[in-house]
Every structure is written in structure tokens, then in C-alpha cells.
């Protein structure tokens, strides 16, 4: 009965009738408004990258009908509607409501491009619209409406109604609200509205997400922000003022909570702080911020946030930003110095917890062998008979679970619990527990990721057997989420071992995770469209001419255009490839290039199914911002952690991932990229496998730091932490549902 449903349902959607539903008499005058609402409705089917009658923004195929059914089915009965309403008495009117009804579906597709709005709300967009175009009928107030839906489908509809008599209060309520869901954004934005008697505590708000953001504003005392931030007698904002005039301010931000207690004084930070770069000691200075996030976290733990823990230049903010620049990045950089005393000589002023923390907040800029060493190095500042037991127990177990994570990612994992033996297995214990009160997904996909890495079979077991404990719990205590994802991680663990037999995608209803089928990638004429993200500093540069001795005149076509480069396979397939070029980025040409081939790319209807990001881990959020619902292979350098890895698959829900643990280089990338664009030009699936099988065995033969990096790059079917994400999406889980 369910089948029958959806087919009748879907009968009206195919391509030859999808855009034809007129129902009623349309005069010769407004009939160019409709074809006008047929266009969008055409470019909204062919988004994804086919035009076949089925608007696919989900990876539930329940959800893409609904999508459908209010994009195609609803719309057409909407401008149907405004023709017979004899409410809409004039011409003039008519018209303009058909107006309304094109901008809505041209803002629909901008904000799903853009990332401003899950697709997936189509149904509750167009029903509050069509409530809105009713109540504005009637000259009413359409402000109730739009404060019961979300904020991103309230914005789009409030600004096509502006004549509505609610409008100004309608606005009003829509950024009090866009306060409350981007506080980090609240001063930059609120200058109309500080005479409003909730301005107050709207800046209280931004100063409990991040104090730091108050430090501009109150400098600048002529603004409208500054005068009001310096007029409000809160002690808090007031010591902010204070800090506002003094000499690196931003340097004193991570104290903030001591300052405003007395337990710290300025005078006692500016001796590490410093009042430039030459009394800067930047040692003591993180020294000092490390012994306070200890203080912080037991705080934390009882229930007690300090200010200004969190948030930009928030101490754990200044932990990570001063514990790259001034110890990952010089031991980075000097990865080829074979002189250990040198390479790593910033590091040995560092004590054990000092090293833990540079460890586990860089987990995403520091290399393998700066790793390996910083853990070597931290063992031995334990002193002769360390106790990795006692390391945690002093630190409070702050950041704990993303320690062993990376341990367990850089083969450290087991001799960390050798230090520790009496506890070892507790600490495991704790690792698996209670993932389900986390407020997010990171720890369970740490816990995935981990056991991807883990080789030894003993401790695999006992995790298997923790998390497998730990579901039981959670059918005892009937506990959804707990139940979930206890549930998927088992079966992803189970999965892991051949001799299990189980097919992890079908068990868990995601696409294949070992394949991707040639016409999968295709478009509706059989083109693969693949985009690759450069930028223009100079390794940027670098990276792009390297790249470029991949495409032989003999098979492939390269057309040069004044922002980007087009390669045409001329041989096999149709593979087509668009390169931004990496043109200069301090004065952000590169950032246009890419904006003006994505343009470019959805006027001419080619839809990305294969994305490339060539730029260092900082660039990466640039790329994510600009990646399309379309892609289904997406192969980053280092994907930057949980936030970005959980972004990447919002945006691109079906996307098979190929990253690695640390940053990417160029000549690994080259010969992977070069692998996956050859296989599909002669016409061939990808498999997983088979491919990593041709790779590993050709950098066999490399030198060996080449063979290492290769060795750090994980393929999409061993992405444990991005299976886990898919899967829990996909049984309708939502990481913001607790």
C-alpha cells in the first residue's frame, strides 16, 4: 500500500507533466508570470543534479517526495489559487502575488545553495507562506506566523511580505531570535536596534558567549554598541571596558573570570603577557593559561562555567591558538631537520600537562612525527616510573576521551596503558560511557574513529564488549539516543572484521561504502563534473602546477579561462574538471575566482559530484561553505575535526570522504586524484578497495617519509567516524535533537 502511495503520489512529478498543472483559465497577461514560476520550479528539480520530476535533498527517500510535493504539486495549486481568489480582485494584485510565489522558490534554491536553509523544511516553507499570503489578504498581522516556525524559514518569508502591516514587529521578533541561535553575532548586527528595551540584555548575552567580542565595541566609544556596552552596570561588562583601554588586551580576555573574582590582578599577567613582542614570555604566558584551565575544568565539572572559558579568544580559544604558533608550527615546520635538539627544541621548557594540551587542542594542525615525539617527550616528563593515571587524574581528565583518540590514531594508545595498568581498563571503561549525555556526536565519533585505529585485537574486543555493556544499559534505562548510538557503533565495530560477514550499508541503510557506480556520479547526459578548490598563496600555487602535468594532451582537453581552468577528457568518458586558479589571496582573488565558477557551474547546470580541496586545513572552511549538495566524493587533506566532518556530511549527506590525519601533500594527493579520475574515464566503478590496494602497493616503492604520509590518508570505507555520522543521520538522528 506504502509502494502504491508514493506512486500515484509521484505520477504529477515526472519531467513531462511536472510544470503543466494549470487547473484553471490563466489570462494572456499573467501567463508569462506563471512560465516565470515554471522556470524556478525546473531549476529547483534539475538542483541536484537531474531533471527527472524529483527534488533529492535527503538521503530518506520520504523526505524528497515531501520536498517535492510542496516544491512542485503545491506551488502549482498556490498560483492556481491566486488566480480564482476572488479576495485578489485586481491585476496588479494577482501579479504581484505570483511574484511572491517566484521569489519564494528563487530564495528557496539560494538559501539551500548557500547553506542558509535545511532543504528539508520546503514543506513548512511553503505552508507558511501560503498562511502568510492569506492573513496579508486580509491586512493582518503576519508576525504570529512567522515566530512558530524557524527562524531561516521566517526570515525568507518576511522579507517577500514587505508591505505586510506586521513587518516592522516581524523583524524585530526574527532578529531577537537570530540572537538567540548566533549569539557570536549579536553586536555586529545590533546597532538599529539599541534603543529597544531588550537591548540590554542582548549584549549580556553576547558577553556570556564570548566576552572578547565586547573588546572592539567598548574601544570604540562613539558607536552606537560602545555607548550602550559603557552605559550598562553589570561589574563584568565594566572590567571589560577597563581592559579595553589597556595594551594587548586580547592577551588578558582567558583570565577574565580571575580578574572579575580579584584572584588575578593585571599587573600579574602583564609580567608573562607582556606589553610587546619583546617582553612577550610566551612560555610562562601559556604555562599560566594551562594551570587556569586545570582550575577552570575542576570548576566546570561541579557545575560552575567560569567567564570566558569558551568562545573566541576565550582561554581554550588562546590554549589552542598559542599552543600552535608557538610549539606545533616551529616543530612542523622543521619536519626535515634530521637534528632532533633543533627540530624539537621548543618543546623542552614543556611539563607533561603542558605537552597534553598542546596534543589534544592541536589535534588538527600537528604531524605525525611532531606528534610521536610530543608523546615521547610528555612520557618522559612523568619522570622515571610514570603513571598515566596520575597525568589525568591531575588535569581533572580534562579533554581525556580526544587524548585517547589520538593516541589510539597514532599507535600510542597502548603504550599509554601500560603506564597505568591497575586502571587501564577503567579508563577504557569511562572512554565507551555515557556517550549518549554528551550534547553532540563528537565523542561517539571519536570512539568510532579510535577503534579504526586500534591493531590490537585484545583491546578491540574489550571495546567491543564496553560498548555492547553500554547498550544493554541503555535498553535497560529506554533510552533512544543511548540505545542508537550504542547500537551503530557495535554494528560498525562488528563490521570491521571480514570473518563477521556483515555488509555494513545494508545493515545500517546507507549507500555502499566499498563502491561508487561511473553513472552514480553522472549527470543526466552521463558527465561526471568534479571541482577542485585552490588558493593562492604559494604553496597553493604550487599544489595547482603540480596538479596541472596530470591531464596529457593526448587524452584530455584544457581550456583556460581569466579565473579558472577547464579540463575535458577527450578519451573514454566524459570527465569534466573545473579549477579555480590559485590567484592571489591577500587581496582575496582567489575567494572571487571560486564564487564566480560556482556561479558559473549552476548557471550552465553542471552539478559537482566529485570535490577536490587543495589548500592548507585554514582553508578548509572556505571550501565546506562553498560545497555542494551534490557531491558523493569529497577528498579534503585534513578534515579539520568533528565540526567540520559533521558539516561536510549536512551539506553533502552521501559523500564518501578521503582525508588524513594530518595535512594533506602534494605528492601523495597527486597520484590518488590521478587514480580516481583515470579509473572513471575509462568507464570503471570505484572500488574502495581495489583502489587503496594499486595505491599502497606503488608507494611501497616510494621513499619512506612518502610512504608514511600515504599511510596517514584513510579511505572512505575506514572513515569509521564519518560511517557513524551517515548512519545516525540516516535513522533519523539529528545531533541537535537532545
Known sequence: MRFLFYFFLLIPFFPDSTFASDTTNIPITRRIFHDKIKEEQRLVDKADGRLDGLVKVSTNPDVNIQVTDALIRKINVLRNDIEINNAIPSNNDKVRYLRYVEDLLKDFLLTWKTHQLNPSLAPLLVNNFTEIMMANIKGENMTPLLIKVPYEVGEINASIFVENPGYHESKIALFREFCRLHPDKILQNLAPYVDEPFADSLVIAAFNNSPSQLYTYAQSTNSPQGMLIRKIEDP????????????????????????????????????????????????????????????????????????????????????????????????????????????????????????????????????????????????????????????????????????????????????????????????????????????????????????????????????????????????????????????????????????????????????????????????????????????????????????????????????????????????????????????????????????????????????????????????????????????????LGSCGGYQNLKTILKYAPEAHIISTKETGAMNVNKPIIDELDNTLRVGKNIDWRKMWATLTAEFNHAPQQMRETFEDYIPPQKNLGALFIKAYNKEGGNEDDE
Request: hydrophobic share 35%.
Open 236 to 635: 563584568r561588562l565594566q572590567t571589560v571596558v577597563k581592559l579595553s583601554t589597556q595594551n594587548r588586551a586580547l592577551f588578558y580576555f582567558p583570565f577574565l573570570d580571575d580578574l572579575i573574582s580579584g584572584k588575578k590582578a593585571i599587573d600579574e599577567i602583564k609580567k608573562v603577557a607582556g606589553t610587546s613582542n619583546a617582553t612577550y614570555d610566551s612560555v610562562g604566558y601559556y604555562r599560566m593559561m594551562v594551570k587556569t584551565e586545570i582550575d577552570y575544568y575542576g570548576r566546570l565539572v561541579h557545575g560552575d562555567t567560569p567567564v570566558a572559558m569558551f568562545g573566541a579568544n576565550g582561554l581554550l580559544d588562546m590554549l589552542k591558538t598559542k599552543g600552535y604558533q608557538h610549539f606545533i608550527y616551529p616543530i612542523n615546520v622543521l619536519h626535515e631537520n634530521p637534528n632532533p635538539a633543533i627540530r624539537f627544541g621548543a618543546l623542552q621548557p614543556l611539563t607533561a600537562q603542558e605537552l597534553y594540551y598542546m596534543m589534544v587542542l592541536g589535534e588538527n594542525d600537528i604531524y605525525t612525527s611532531s606528534y610521536k615525539y610530543s608523546f615521547d617527550r610528555m612520557i618522559q616528563k612523568m619522570g622515571p616510573h610514570p603513571h598515566g593515571d596520575s597525568l589525568l587524574i591531575s588535569l581533572n581528565f580534562d579533554h581525556f576521551k580526544k587524548f585517547i583518540k589520538l593516541a589510539a590514531s597514532y599507535n600510542k594508545l597502548d603504550e599509554f596503558l601500560k603506564t597505568m595498568p591497575e586502571n587501564s581498563e577503567k579508563l577504557m571503561q569511562a572512554f565507551v560511557a555515557k556517550l549518549e549525555t554528551s550534547k553532540t556526536l563528537e565523542d561517539a565519533v571519536d570512539v568510532a574513529d579510535s577503534y579504526g585505529s586500534i591493531t590490537n585485537p585484545d583491546l578491540q574486543k574489550s571495546m567491543l564488549q564496553n560498548v555492547e555493556w553500554n547498550e544493554q544499559r541503555c535498553i535497560k534505562e529506554d533510552n533512544e539516543r543511548g540505545k542508537k548510538i550504542y547500537n551503530l557503533l557495535k554494528t560498525i565495530f562488528l563490521s570491521a572484521d571480514p570473518k563477521n560477514g556483515i555488509d555494513l550499508a545494508k545493515e545500517i541503510g546507507i549507500p555502499p561504502i566499498y563502491t561508487v557506480d561511473y553513472n552514480y556520479l553522472a549527470d543526466d547526459s552521463g558527465r561526471i563534473i568534479e571541482q577542485v578548490f585552490f588558493y593562492g598563496d604559494k604553496d597553493g600555487k604550487a599544489s595547482y602546477a603540480s596538479f596541472m602535468t596530470s591531464f596529457p594532451h593526448t587524452e584530455w582537453r584544457v581550456t583556460q579561462k581569466s579565473e579558472w581552468t577547464e579540463i575535458k577528457s577527450i578519451k573514454g568518458k566524459p570527465i569534466y574538471i573545473y579549477a579555480n586558479l590559485p590567484l592571489d589571496n591577500e587581496t582575496d582573488k582567489d575567494a572571487k575566482a571560486q564564487a564566480d565558477l560556482v556561479n558559473y557551474l549552476q548557471e550552465k547546470g553542471l552539478r559537482p559530484t566529485i570535490v577536490i580541496h587543495r589548500g592548507h586545513s585554514y582553508h578548509l572552511p572556505y571550501t565546506i561553505d562553498q560545497l555542494p549538495s551534490t557531491a558523493k566524493i569529497i577528498m
